[in-house]
């Protein structure tokens, strides 16, 4: 009896082992939390937040949040694969399962809620508005009526302007936000209007020959994008990100990519959003 007693005991431990693995396995098919690699959607265009580089590396403070919040989830930089992922794409992206996870400037949005979980807000931007430094008569988002502004497929930022503030610009739809700057040096818009940090990043790039209005006029939330209902996900991003404000790196971060960009930046933790 006591011999069939310590059977079943050492079964019963056995056969919890390997329900333990099987419900990691669970947990990996359905939430970010237990990983042990994770492949990560970034902004492959974009000076000082998601720039893919010739040797085929990204730089960025999304892709530094995005190391950071990895590796307080368990995965360190070696089993991060960060995946180029356009405004256009980051919602079937992460519903496709090409991504987990999405730090790419991307706004939280009612919108974007029905589709997407969001932790954070990991940063609060405002949208300006960047012009020819030779341009006159663009001082505020006013006076971009008549104008010809960028439209990057997917990105709201457009559409805080004409349907948000119902302002009569003419959207000129591009993919991406590098084609953006090539039109407006080359006279094809008058004016791209999106958040301060993509902005501040392409001017710091450019050089000169631009102006920013330094008239912002929305919050932009950037959110983690998550797959709709990973709450668990959610939560650990959250927990993550605390720690990122709590232990310095988010204000050295913020110094890292922008101190030298002219845009004002704020190292104060932002109010999450709850995760739904
Ligand atoms: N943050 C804005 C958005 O999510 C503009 C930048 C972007 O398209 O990534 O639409």
Known sequence: MR?????????????????????????????ITHRRSLAIGVKGDQPGLGLKGRDGRYQGFDVDVATYVAGRLGVPPGRITFRTTPSSQREDALRERDVDLVFATYSITAKRKTQVTFGGPYYVAHQDTLVRSGATGINAVRDLRGKRICAVNGSNSWRRVTDERKIAARPVPVPDYRACMTLLASGGIDAVSTDDLILAGFAAQTGGGVRLLNAPFTDEKYGVGLRKGDLAGCEAVNRALTEMYQDGTAGRLLKKWFATSGVSYTTSVPQFEGCS
């Open 3 to 31: 011999a069939t007693r310590a059977a079943a005991a050492a079964m019963l431990l056995a056969l919890s082992g390997a329900s333990g693995c099987a419900l990691d396995a669970g947990a990996d098919s359905g939430s």
